[in-house]
């Protein structure tokens, strides 16, 4: 025990220097208790311990440090292929969007000041403005996540009233969020129409009385039904919502502004042609198929957004200033119709599987004059973050067997740095490049080379 260091011996030794510098001193302090802690715990039992070098301990305390903070906020490399990863942050941000960041965001901004004439200005009038026009809405808002901006729709136009819903359409879009849940903290009344299956226009017609506020489509967007599934289409629900003088709200999620079929997938509806078909308003995620920062965007109807606009809930979940300078440069690369040229998600989108082979076979070569086998395979990649549940992109995997066992390596790949998320099947290690930027390529093979060499 009495060999054992001072934590302040430690903190002050040159070994955790860096560490301090990453993580801060409290950090390191705490890390450090733990683990002398834990080696007085092994002393007490006579549990064998190889040394009790300063060195030995600080490498302790690192890799206690590297576990415990392993998920905070540092670049990751995907390599599962998955584009819109909902763990890893789903779309990143283009480089136009990057750069106005990077001029705006540490600077004073003209967020709030109407410049030509010296006063207070409105805070979103020019995103406003582009979110219009990208839509072909009469006017569009944005706020922090489409789960608030489902909220905000409910609780400003169905006012207590309620909310007319398919079965079929009451679903849990990733962790937690519920659609019947939603409605029931907005105050609205949920009222159920058809079955799991099969919803009628007539269903709806039937459930319409003085008590409804509102219709509400959901869009499936995490899940696909098969066989005898029916549901009426945006038209058919605009006509009975424009007979009983209800709004129609479409929660698309993924809220795609280019056509999905251009890229080889299944057509999923765009915005435009859901706002076409007779939707008042519609609302999806700034970070799913539109490929920009996390946002719930709101388009439609100019009478039923200025309810929201001046409904006091906006306040509590307005978008902040930096995503809303992510958005709206992310909007311009669709006005410029350069959205699949720019966006990281439409280039992974766009790539080929030749294209990713090419690189595959590079990596491979590097691997191999370090003793370490690859093969290279066919597979598929994914796009992710609950959106096309079963559009597959064909792509070409590099196949990597493990000497150990493949959930150990998985996990030293997850704890390298920068960490390296990649697929496990069965015995294997497959690394997608879809999802990988090619500027990442290059750190691959050390990377594989480290976790391969690590003893555990
Ligand atoms: C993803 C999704 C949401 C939630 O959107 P967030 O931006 O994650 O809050 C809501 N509704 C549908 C249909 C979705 O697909």
């Known amino acids: 025990m009495r060999q054992l260091p001072a934590i302040e011996t430690l903190l002050e030794s040159t070994f955790l220097s860096s560490a301090?510098?990453?993580?801060?001193?409290?950090?390191?302090t705490e890390a450090a208790r733990h683990t002398l802690a834990a080696l007085r715990h092994d002393i007490r039992r006579n549990q064998p311990i190889p040394t009790l070098s300063m060195d030995f301990i600080?490498?302790?305390?690192?890799?206690?440090?590297?576990?415990?903070?392993?998920?905070?906020?540092?670049?990751v490399i995907n390599a599962t292929g998955i584009i819109l990863h909902t763990n890893l942050g789903r779309a990143p941000l283009s480089d136009p969007a990057l750069k106005a960041l990077n001029a705006i965001g540490g600077r004073y901004l003209s967020l709030e000041s109407n410049l030509s004439e010296g006063t207070r200005g409105v805070r979103t009038l020019e995103l406003r403005r582009l979110l219009s026009v990208a839509c072909h809405a009469e006017d569009a808002l944005a706020v922090n996540n489409n789960a608030a901006a489902m909220l905000l729709v409910l609780i400003a136009l169905a006012g207590g009233k309620e909310a007319l819903i398919s079965r079929g359409e009451l679903v849990q879009i990733?962790?937690?969020?519920?659609?019947?849940?939603?409605?029931?903290?907005?105050?609205?009344?949920?009222?159920?129409?058809?079955?799991?299956?099969?919803?009628?226009?007539?269903?709806?017609?039937?459930?319409i009385s003085e008590r409804t506020g509102l219709i509400v489509k959901v869009h499936q967007s995490n899940f696909v039904q098969k066989g005898f599934v029916s549901s009426p289409s945006i038209e058919e629900l605009a006509a009975i919502a424009g007979k009983g003088q209800l709004p129609l709200v479409y929660d698309m999620g993924n809220g795609a502004l280019l056509d999905t079929a251009h890229f080889g997938l299944e057509h999923e509806p765009t915005v435009m042609e859901s706002l076409r078909a007779g939707a008042d308003v519609v609302c999806f995620s700034g970070d799913k198929l539109l490929?920009?920062?996390?946002?719930?965007?709101?388009?439609?109807?100019?009478?039923?957004?200025?309810?929201?606009?001046?409904?006091?809930?906006?306040?509590?979940?307005?978008?902040?200033?930096?995503?809303?300078?992510?958005?709206?440069?992310?909007?311009?690369?669709?006005?410029?119709?350069?959205?699949?040229?720019?966006?990281?998600?439409?280039?992974?989108?766009?790539?080929?599987?030749?294209?990713?082979?090419?690189?595959?076979?590079?990596?491979?070569?590097?691997?191999?004059?370090?003793?370490?086998a690859a093969t290279i395979q066919d597979g598929v990649s994914l796009v992710g973050g609950g959106t096309l549940p079963e559009q597959e992109l064909p792509t070409t995997l590099i196949c990597l067997s493990?000497?150990?066992a493949v959930d150990k390596i998985a996990r030293r790949l997850r704890l390298s740095s920068p960490p390296l998320v990649a697929r496990v099947e069965k015995d294997a290690v497959l690394i997608d490049l879809r999802t990988v930027f090619p500027d990442q390529d290059a750190l691959l093979p050390g990377i594989i080379a480290a976790a391969w060499a690590q003893k555990d």
Not at 20 to 28: D, E, G, Q, T
Not at 59 to 73: N, R, Y
């Open 402 to 404: 493990p000497p150990r």
């Open 20 to 28: 301090i510098a990453r993580y801060s001193r409290p950090l390191v």
């Open 58 to 75: 600080a490498q302790m305390i690192i890799q206690h440090l590297s576990e415990e903070w392993a998920g905070f906020a540092q670049p």
């Open 174 to 207: 990733g962790n937690g969020f519920r659609i019947p849940e939603i409605l029931e903290q907005s105050g609205v009344i949920l009222r159920e129409v058809g079955t799991t299956n099969q919803t009628s226009a007539r269903d709806y017609e039937k459930c």
């Open 291 to 372: 490929g920009g920062p996390q946002a719930g965007i709101i388009a439609g109807k100019r009478e039923f957004i200025r309810l929201m606009l001046n409904h006091p809930l906006l306040r509590v979940i307005r978008l902040d200033k930096l995503s809303a300078i992510a958005l709206a440069t992310t909007i311009k690369s669709y006005l410029d119709k350069n959205a699949a040229l720019e966006l990281p998600l439409w280039q992974m989108i766009r790539l080929k599987k030749e294209e990713i082979r090419s690189r595959a076979s590079t990596i491979a070569q590097q691997l191999k004059t370090q003793n370490i």
